[in-house]
């Protein structure tokens, strides 16, 4: 976002690569199956153009540093990452060596010994829980690998841990080229959409999402809200909701929200119909659609309805401008992933910029097959939230910005 700074920060564009080794933090925090079988290997593939540029440019040697799930400190097989070498080598078409853990004498010794064009895969950062600490000794040894840190794990940008913010003390710290692609885009988006802006909402909890609608609300000209967090608002407007799934913290939230829709004259869209069934699974014993405010005591809604799906598209389709976080209903179950998949449906037919703002919205649309559809999908969950809160992104604020300029020698003219 302009007005923030984001756009002014350095990125891998601005330092000379030939001859300089880097320590690039990217987000391989990828689905495994039971067996460590890669099942989507998106966020590998989004930080090839960081790794390709590097090579192509000339760096000398690449240290590539990740985590991969949550094992609290400690060693988990399971989370290793070496289950996604083999395809990282695919994708990047050289050996890649991986050194079985992140600090130690085995890791110095096989990034001390990497070649010019070869590239070092640490092990997993959360093995150890200084790395979400924001350690700094921790951050010292990672630094000592390299010149230059290139921050490109969008997905973690919202985290202070010693990968993301520690680091930058020790080394001149830019971003890749997938994180300076997410902050102009979502910035951008945020800063100066072409209208109408339309932004679609879902999920399970208005608490959640509470920022984000203040902060929206202020920029857009429709807010559509799907998802159980929409309950919450129901409520608060006096409508029954049955057993379905409310968010009892988010209800004053709810009710603030829909009085400063109407202070800013921002249309604040609510389902006028939902799908509910008498239990939570796909083959429940009966499912029916209703309309708002007549789902029976024993039933629960479970996705938006035709009638809502119809209004959402609509506005959808009709817009400039388009940001979507946040399913409107079990989308994981079939009988219930219709409405998400009007959403996305709209989405891939709307004319404008459309961006799905990471975690459940990109599982949705990439599990319905619309991710080549649509403008953008963020790779971040809880950093794209953040964004569209307005909110600093920490590890963001800690890289280089292009002025007032550092005078390290390794800033190309343009960037020094």
């Known amino acids: 976002m302009a007005s923030k700074g984001y756009m002014k920060k350095k990125s891998i564009r601005d330092v000379i690569v030939k001859g300089n080794d880097f320590i690039v933090r990217v987000d391989f925090n990828v689905p495994l199956d039971e067996n460590g079988n890669l099942t989507d290997d998106t966020r590998i593939t989004e930080a090839m ?17 990740s985590h991969l799930g949550r094992p609290k400190g400690e060693r988990k097989e399971k989370y290793s990452l070496k289950h996604i070498i083999k395809r990282l080598e695919e994708l990047v078409g050289v050996p890649v060596l991986f050194a079985n853990n992140c600090i130690g004498s085995e890791a110095k010794r096989i990034v001390e010994s990497a070649q010019p064009g070869e590239i070092v895969l640490l092990e997993n950062l959360r ?30 940008a919202h985290r202070a841990h010693a990968s993301t913010v520690g680091i930058t003390e020790y080394l001149p710290s830019v971003a890749g080229l997938l994180l300076e692609k997410e902050l102009c885009i979502l910035g951008e988006a945020l800063e100066s959409p072409k209208k109408p802006f339309v932004v679609i909402l879902g999920g399970a909890k208005v608490t959640d999402k509470i920022g984000v609608i203040k902060h929206l609300i202020t920029k857009a000209d429709k807010v559509l809200i799907g998802g159980a967090m929409a309950f919450a608002f129901d409520v608060a407007e006096g409508y029954e909701i049955g057993k379905s799934l409310f968010d009892e913290v988010g209800l004053e939230y709810a009710k603030g929200a829909l009085k400063l829709a109407k202070e800013k004259n921002v249309q604040l869209m609510l389902p006028v119909d939902y799908v509910v069934a008498d239990e939570f699974k796909n083959g429940a014993n009966c499912i029916k659609v209703v309309n708002r405010g007549e789902i029976d005591a024993d039933f629960m809604g479970l996705d938006i309805g035709p009638k809502t799906a119809k209004m959402f598209a609509d506005e959808i389709i009709n817009a400039n401008t388009v940001i979507w976080n946040g399913p409107m209903g ?34 949705a649309i990439d599990h319905l097959g619309y991710t080549d559809c649509v403008t953008h999908v963020s790779t971040g969950g809880g950093a794209s939230l953040d964004l569209l809160e307005g909110k600093m992104l920490v590890a963001v604020e800690a890289l280089e910005d292009k002025e007032p300029f550092k005078q390290y020698s390794l800033f190309t003219e343009d960037g020094n």
């Open 49 to 65: 153009p960081t790794i390709r540029y590097l090579l192509d440019e000339g760096a000398n040697k690449i240290v590539l540093c």
């Open 330 to 363: 079990a989308f994981e179950m079939e009988n219930f992933s219709h409405g998400t998949l009007e959403v996305a449906k709209a989405l891939a037919k709307c004319k404008g910029t459309t961006i799905v703002g990471g975690g459940d919205s990109a599982a």
């Open 127 to 156: 093995f150890h829980e200084d790395e979400e600490k924001n350690d700094k000794e921790f951050a010292k040894i990672l630094a000592s690998y390299a010149d230059v840190y290139v921050n490109d794990a969008f997905g973690t």
